[in-house]
């Protein structure tokens, strides 16, 4: 299966509609000892929710290259690239003289050896019917004939178990479907050698694809893996198909993240009856996510980022002081923040790095 990766940086991710009321600032106002006037905000405890949207492709629920398992030429191709196939449909047949002739062979043996099984199974049940009547046959005698029963039964289900594995051998030179689908590559001809070794034109004679379901696989960066909402139904759109929507549920995920891009790879099952989304085609997904309940809301602007790193202005004591923090969700002008903060704390609105710490408010 091929499989599609995407770099993602967390500056590309965007937001979408927030699914509950933001949160509403209360501003008060505030002068330093030079008279400069502040607006303060005070911090909210709870997690913002919103939807976050990101790149996408759709795979085939199903994917198989078709390769030969036995050494032999192609006979006949009953399919071609596009065609619908039903599961165990017959779509190639080879030809293997060799094969059929050995498998003959190893079904005239087994039969030979059941014959000969038959005969010792007989002479022994003789032998044992006679030994009845004492002084008949020695007790060596009954042991000798269930000696060559059990030995040619041994040797009947050796041929036996040589002639299924030939008969098995014989149903590989007929190809059949594993499961519904749509031939969307054919690499093969009549006349081919084809075999387990060899490669036609670098690829499989066959590649068969399931496209009436398909797997929407998106990579959920790390920060938000742990987020995604309880509902798991998302809704996406192809560049393809311009002013349509579809939907889909969340039906599996990683649980762990890729070692390189550090993020989880989601999958939503989509139903494509209809046949309108391909394998292979790009989309945008916009996925739920709830946010963290440890959270603290600030205004977007409150956050001052330097090349060392990111903080909020808090006034205590009638003074101000910076606080470290990292960021969450964001919507509109508003974003999570989490650090040494308590619910209720006055922030700086409009904050930078020109307000220094220690400046005595009002």
């Known amino acids: 299966m091929y499989k599609y990766v995407f770099i993602i940086t967390l500056s590309g991710v965007l937001f979408t509609a927030c699914h509950q009321e933001k949160p509403k600032k209360k501003t008060n106002a505030a002068k330093d000892s030079k008279g400069k006037r502040y607006e303060l905000v005070s911090v909210?405890?709870?997690?913002?929710?919103?939807?976050?949207?990101?790149?996408?492709?759709?795979?085939?629920?199903?994917?198989v290259s078709i390769y030969p398992r036995v050494n032999g030429f192609v006979k006949t191709v009953?399919?071609?690239?596009?065609?619908?196939?039903?599961?165990?449909?017959?779509?190639i047949t080879l030809e293997a003289p060799e094969i059929i002739e050995q498998y003959f062979a190893a079904q005239s043996k087994y039969l030979q050896a059941k014959a000969v099984f038959a005969a010792s199974k007989d002479n022994f049940q003789r032998t044992l019917a006679v030994s009845e009547t004492p002084g008949t046959i020695s007790a060596h005698d009954v042991e000798v004939a269930s000696a060559r029963m059990e030995a040619d039964s041994a040797i009947m289900n050796s041929e036996l178990a040589n002639f299924r594995a030939l008969e098995a051998t014989r149903s590989y030179?007929?190809?059949?479907?594993?499961?519904?689908?749509?031939?969307?590559?054919?690499?093969?001809?009549?006349?081919?050698l084809v075999g387990p070794g060899t490669r036609v034109d670098g690829g499989p004679m066959l590649m068969?694809?399931?496209?009436?379901?398909?797997?929407?696989?998106?990579?959920?960066?790390?920060?938000?893996?742990?987020?995604?909402?309880?509902?798991?139904?998302?809704?996406?759109?192809?560049?393809a198909l311009p002013g349509k929507s579809f939907t889909g549920n969340?039906?599996?995920?990683?649980?762990?993240?890729?070692?390189?891009?550090?993020?989880?790879?989601?999958?939503?099952?989509?139903?494509?009856n209809q046949h309108q989304l391909k394998p292979g085609m790009y989309a945008d997904i916009s996925i739920p996510v709830t946010g963290s309940v440890q959270a603290m809301v600030v205004p977007a602007s409150a956050v001052v980022t330097s090349t060392e790193k990111k903080y909020v202005v808090v006034v205590r004591e009638g003074q101000t002081r910076w606080i470290d923090v990292q960021e969450g969700n964001?919507?509109?002008?508003s974003t999570?923040?989490?650090?040494?903060?308590?619910?209720?704390?006055?922030?700086?609105?409009?904050?930078?790095?020109?307000?220094?710490?220690?400046?005595?408010?009002d």
């Not at 065609?83 to 017959?90: D, L, P, T």
């Not at 030179?173 to 006349?191: K, M, Q, S």
């Not at 619910?343 to 005595?360: Q, S």
């Open 330 to 333: 964001r919507h509109s002008d």
């Open 78 to 91: 009953n399919v071609d690239r596009g065609s619908a196939v039903r599961k165990g449909q017959v779509l």
């Open 336 to 361: 999570e923040v989490f650090g040494s903060l308590l619910p209720g704390e006055k922030v700086i609105l409009h904050a930078n790095d020109e307000i220094k710490e220690g400046i005595k408010i």
């Open 208 to 239: 068969l694809e399931q496209e009436d379901r398909l797997r929407l696989v998106v990579q959920v960066p790390e920060v938000y893996s742990a987020q995604l909402s309880a509902s798991r139904q998302v809704s996406f759109h192809v560049n």
């Open 250 to 272: 969340i039906s599996r995920q990683a649980g762990s993240l890729s070692d390189r891009y550090r993020s989880e790879a989601v999958e939503v099952d989509v139903v494509n």
């Open 173 to 192: 030179l007929t190809v059949t479907a594993p499961f519904d689908g749509v031939i969307t590559e054919r690499n093969v001809h009549p006349g081919a």
């Open 44 to 63: 909210v405890k709870e997690p913002l929710s919103s939807s976050i949207q990101l790149p996408a492709v759709l795979e085939a629920y199903q994917k």
